[in-house]
């Protein structure tokens, strides 16, 4: 699946939900909403049906704990910031990750767990999808 930038426009699942309401979208795409960005190498859409497909649909998400979905291959966690003001602290160098969710104005960031690990343990990331 190519990068959701690339898609026109009204072909993006967060357009398409304002401009045609959620029942016109797929469970993936709807997913891919709440998601907010892909792996490397991988669009949103591309990690939503993954997770759906390994899962079992919506309601075997639903019914997963944190557990069985990070024991998965691609399994992914969630960092959170408090506030969005904390990631841009002056005097202050911005990590990848920090750079991420401020230019996306997001305060959770979906990353795989080794990841996720790297960013409390404050080592650098070798690559985020932007």
């Not at 939900?17 to 959620?22: I, N, R």
């Not at 979208?25 to 759906?52: F, K």
């Not at 075997?60 to 944190?66: I, V």
């Not at 408090?82 to 002056?90: G, I, T, V, Y």
């Amino acid at each position: 699946m190519p990068q959701l930038l690339s898609l026109n426009p009204d072909g993006r699942p967060r357009e398409r939900l304002e401009s045609q309401g959620p029942r016109q979208l797929s469970d993936a795409e709807l997913l891919a909403i709440v998601l907010g960005m892909g792996a490397a190498g991988h669009s949103v859409i591309d990690v939503a049906q993954g997770l759906l497909a390994r899962s079992g649909g919506l309601g075997g998400l639903a019914r997963a704990s944190l557990r069985e979905l990070c024991d998965q291959p691609g399994g992914v966690e969630v960092h959170h910031v408090r506030k969005l003001a904390d990631l841009a602290r002056p005097g202050t160098a911005q990590q990848a990750w920090e750079a991420i969710m401020a230019r996306r104005r997001r305060k959770t960031l979906v990353v795989c767990a080794d990841c996720h690990g790297g960013i409390h343990a404050s080592k650098p990331a070798e690559a985020f999808t932007a």
